[in-house]
């Protein structure tokens, strides 16, 4: 827990605010949960809204005067705030309420530091924008975020909608001859997976199209990435921002210009 006297960094606040929201989701992992229908196939459970709650009170306590943006309550604080918070408490929510455990909890001061947690590994991975690290169990355990495409595992995202498509779909990329003579698909249906590329356990993510840059979703990853030093682009191979350009974060230029090469744009890095 935290007061609002203890003097924390932006980096701490991320750190506490994902462990708060990971703890719950940890706690009540296995239970029969309520389900919140959005529709489309879409739901929050009450974890979601537990979690997001549990992230809200540390950000609050820390910086009071910020704006958090979740993606069960929507935009809150003041509307003239200067700084604000995007947090997605469960992402793999779907995961979660079948009884997988492949999910993370991401928080990231927008344009700012960032943490991704994961609720069963305990370790939260760290950005503060110039620098990446993953702390294991106390602050003083942590190393530093090695992305290398070894193990030649790449994550493609599968969950419609297809915003790109017919131009792209990311389904259609594991069909290129290139894709299985260089790499082995994995779907984890969560942006853990964009941690697992800044530490070196993936090769690259792959996502179809939209504005991923100020996602509640993809943010935190997108910024771990970023800190960790790999390439990460829309699926033009521009920037990742406004217009259908999706993402493709890998683990090196190489991994990156080979994947653009099937995906069909410029291998741009940006």
């Not at 509307?79 to 999910?103: F, H, I, K, M």
């Not at 960032?114 to 503060?128: H, I, K, M, N, Y």
């Not at 190393?143 to 070894?150: C, F, K, Y």
């Not at 530490?199 to 996502?207: D, N």
Request: charged share 20%; net charge negative; proline share 6%.
């Amino acid at each position: 827990m935290i007061d609002a006297s203890m003097k924390l960094t932006d980096t701490e606040v991320a750190a506490a605010a994902a462990l708060a929201g990971a703890e719950v989701v940890r706690v009540r992992y296995g239970r029969l949960h309520s389900r919140i229908e959005k529709g489309a196939g879409d739901f929050a459970t009450d974890a979601d809204l537990a979690a997001e709650e549990a992230i809200l009170d540390v950000i609050r306590t820390a910086r009071p005067g910020d704006a958090v943006h979740g993606e069960e309550g929507g935009r809150q604080g003041a509307a003239d705030a200067e700084r604000e918070w995007l947090v997605d408490p469960l992402c793999g929510t779907l995961n979660y309420a079948t009884g997988s455990q492949l999910v993370a909890v991401n928080v990231v001061l927008r344009n700012g530091p960032a943490a991704v947690a994961d609720p069963f590994s305990g370790e939260v991975f760290l950005a503060d924008g110039k620098t990446a690290r993953v702390r294991s169990g106390m602050p003083g355990e942590e190393r530093p975020l090695a992305p290398t495409a070894d193990t030649r595992l790449v994550d493609v995202n599968l969950d419609p909608p297809f915003p790109s498509a017919p131009g792209f779909r990311a389904v259609d990329l594991l069909a290129h001859p290139g894709f299985g003579e260089n790499f082995r698909p994995r779907v984890v249906s969560t942006t853990l997976a964009l941690a697992w590329v800044a530490a070196g356990r993936r090769a690259a993510y792959v996502t179809d199209g939209g504005d991923l840059s100020g996602s509640v979703h993809f943010a935190a990853g997108i910024a771990l990435c970023r800190a960790a030093g790999c390439v990460v682009t829309g699926i033009d191979g521009g920037p990742v921002g406004p217009g259908d350009r999706g993402l493709v974060a890998a683990a090196d230029a190489g991994t990156h210009e080979l994947l653009m090469s099937m995906i069909g744009g410029r291998g741009r890095t940006g």
